[in-house]
């Protein structure tokens, strides 16, 4: 976190003078000196490396620039107060009041507190932060007293987040996320085609596709930064959800999200039964259940949805396999696959995309339940900047998701 860039109560001076047409009626308005609010605005400038607005006897009207930023602190300012109206006992506030409640904290209490969710307890956050532990307890107490609510569970030896407390860091997460992202718009602004884009990807997501996407974007902006980070579904959404990933590719879920993310589809990628090439069962022309049943079988731990379908198929047979290895990871799956006459179920483009000259084939059999549909996720209220956006139009462009054949296939 850029403490130059988040000084949160520059950024609140930034709106009070936006929102009062000039400086010296923003000063009055908010308690302070006309010099402070003055000098609060100069670092602003000197922190975003730009005029902000052009002063005037009439008063102080926002620059291009200016209302770029404006833009990006006004939802940082309805994240912060959404964050606050959603605490218990905070419902019935007045919009005043939750400003105020809002304008009230620091850039130290934020951060700790949003440390503290994320980690787990004080002590990780401590760590994390590089200060003292009584100094992340004291931003504790600073911030709980400043909200009027519990945000911690406290024991002997440890302080965490209780589920509101979670819930506050992530709203004043994707608060913070909306400055770091003015920084990118402004650049843009400038002509520099720079930026930064966090892709969380699935691991039943062919490798080579994101690869192919991301070369499409650094063929437009060859100063881009992209992070890619593969992990569980859960751990994703959580991270999409807190702003520490922009978008989520993979596959959709059954029944679809629609609590404060929205998801698009690219491809159908239905599963198929997935064995090594020379298996005894690879190259027929029908396979049947019993032939199913006659090998042992690898498979994903349970709580995915690829280990459902599995399930369902073995409940079919006339006897069950074995299952001789369970796994979440999907290169140990495959190694088996190829090491041995094990079957296992897939993607058909992990199959088709997974790995240059892959040892793997689809078996041909109807199997119940194979509907699969890959596609992207991203918070409902996000705006992206304009290389994140591209990132989107490429990943769609790739995959042929504008495309009448969308919904079929890929490519």
Not at 20 to 29: E, K, L, N, V
Not at 105 to 112: A, F, I, K, Y
Not at 143 to 153: C, D, N, S, W
Not at 202 to 228: E, G, N
Request: glycine share 8%.
């Amino acid at each position: 976190m850029d403490d130059d860039l988040t000084r949160l109560r520059r950024l609140f001076l930034f709106d009070a003078v936006c929102a009062a047409g000039g400086i010296g009626a923003a000063a009055s308005q908010a308690g302070r000196t006309q010099p402070a609010v003055s000098l609060a605005i100069g670092k602003l400038e000197e922190s975003f490396g730009g005029a902000l607005f052009v002063r005037g006897y009439g008063g102080s009207e926002l620059t291009q620039e200016g209302a770029i930023l404006q833009r990006r602190v006004r939802r940082m300012l309805d994240q912060m107060e959404r964050a606050v109206a959603g605490l218990p006992g905070c419902e019935a506030l007045s919009a005043a009041s939750i400003a105020k409640v809002c304008r009230h904290l620091t850039d130290t209490q934020v951060r700790c507190h949003i440390a503290i969710a994320r980690c787990g307890s004080a002590a990780e956050a401590a760590q994390q932060l590089d200060v003292s532990q009584p100094a992340v307890h004291r931003a504790a107490r600073q911030i709980e007293q400043a909200v009027g609510v519990t945000l911690y569970r406290r024991r002997v030896h440890s302080v965490s987040a209780n589920a509101a407390g979670v819930e506050f860091a992530r709203c004043l997460s994707l608060a913070l996320y909306e400055i770091a992202q003015a920084r990118e718009d402004l650049a843009y602004a400038r002509g520099q085609m720079t930026g930064k884009v966090a892709i969380g990807i699935l691991p039943m997501l062919p490798p080579r596709l994101v690869a192919r996407a991301i070369r499409r974007l650094l063929a437009i902006y060859p100063a881009a930064k992209v992070t890619v980070d593969e992990g569980s579904h859960a751990r994703l959404l959580r991270e999409l959800r807190f702003g520490t990933i922009d978008v989520l590719l993979g596959a959709l879920r059954e029944p679809r999200l629609s609590e404060s993310v929205q998801e698009s589809e690219l491809f159908a990628d239905p599963y198929v039964v997935a064995v090594r090439k020379g298996h005894r069962l690879a190259g027929r022309k029908k396979v049947s259940a019993r032939d199913l049943a006659a090998f042992d079988w690898v498979v994903p731990q349970r709580g995915v949805p690829r280990r459902t379908v599995i399930d369902a198929i073995l409940a079919r047979l006339p006897k069950q396999p074995p299952l001789v290895v369970e796994t979440s990871s999907l290169a140990m799956m495959m190694a088996m696959l190829t090491e041995s006459d094990c079957i296992t179920l897939q993607s058909r483009s992990q199959i088709r995309e997974a790995y240059l000259g892959s040892e793997m084939v689809a078996l041909e059999l109807e199997i119940p339940a194979s509907e699969r549909t890959v596609g992207y996720t991203l918070r409902s209220d996000w705006l992206g900047t304009a290389m994140q956006q591209s990132f989107i139009e490429q990943l769609r462009l790739e995959c042929g998701a504008d495309s009448p054949r969308a919904s079929v296939s890929y490519r």
